[in-house]
């Protein structure tokens, strides 16, 4: 088959691959009021009225302000806080695994935004759903 | 072409490229717009074909990318220096990749869905590309690490949002190749090196003049 026919078959796909792909994520999407810590779900409400507040300054010199990470972990029970790692998910399947280091420099915003004062743009969680603990 | 006229054009297209990306760019991630499509799809795919129709040469593309990456590295408000600089670098990378079999004359472009289609694969395999490698960079040089798992979840997701950059590229391509007519060769030496010259360091000036008052607001 010549350059001719396969270059359109390719761009073809292409499209293809985008449709499905934004079909797929617009499907899979988490739509939820609570956020899942450690199995556990929790309201933002809750989750602010039982953490310490914190701001933090981003590498990108953005100032947020919140609930510590690090104290939320704490307040949900988890023992040997540092023998674990954390998944930070997103609505919208996006997540990010940190080392309890970085949940000491990482805050949670009132509309569901996870940001860290020692960790790049990329690291910003938006519309966190859960927090998962690993191993 | 003249090897000196190659260079200056390399560091001129570069100089463009690293300049959108960084003054442009910055601005356009602070808006609800799909910044990352809009720069590959207008910016890196709308200067890389252009200088290849212009120059008919390959492996500008890459230096064009090394040059746009290097100008990368001056912005203050970056949070990953060399994982943006390696992105725009791999996207220089990816582009010779597909393009390599072309033809440099590029008559096999001259058919409109043939233009459209490459600008359309191109486009959106740079996106893709390029993406990838900034979500495995940022990680691996940072104090997190980097976990396939986070990667591969998030694969759909970055397939979606080539759709944007590869529709841009299906446009961008077939405006680009308007270019076809204009022959650099025969543009003089005495016009053809002080203009180069004075975009790319006007570029470069601004750059890192913009990077000065950044620093000293924040």
Redesign the interface.
Known sequence: MGKEKLIPIFAMVVLLIGIFSSVYVYATQVNTDTIKIANEAYTIEQIFSITKSRTVSTPDKVNFSGAALDDLIIKTGIDCLSCHKYKIVGSDNYEKTVTWENMQHGILTKDGTVAFSDLAKAFRVKNVVKIEVVD | MNKMKLLAGTILFGSLWGFSETIIGTYLHNTSLPAGAIMTGVFAIGLMAASRILYKQRGMQLGMGIIAGTLRLFN?????FI?SAIAIMAEGAIFELIWY?MPLDLM?LK?T??S???G??TS??CFVGGYIV??IM??L?????F?I??LL??I??I??R??IA?MIG?VILPAALLLKKVDIASVKDRLYYPVTATVSIACWVIVILNAIFILKV?
């Open positions: 203050p408000c970056e949070t990953c994982c079999k096999e058919k869905t043939m459209v289609s490459m359309i694969v959106y395999v900034t979500q940022t990680p040089f940072s104090s997190a690490g976990y798992e986070n979840v998030f759909p997701d397939l979606a080539g759709l590869a299906g924040l």
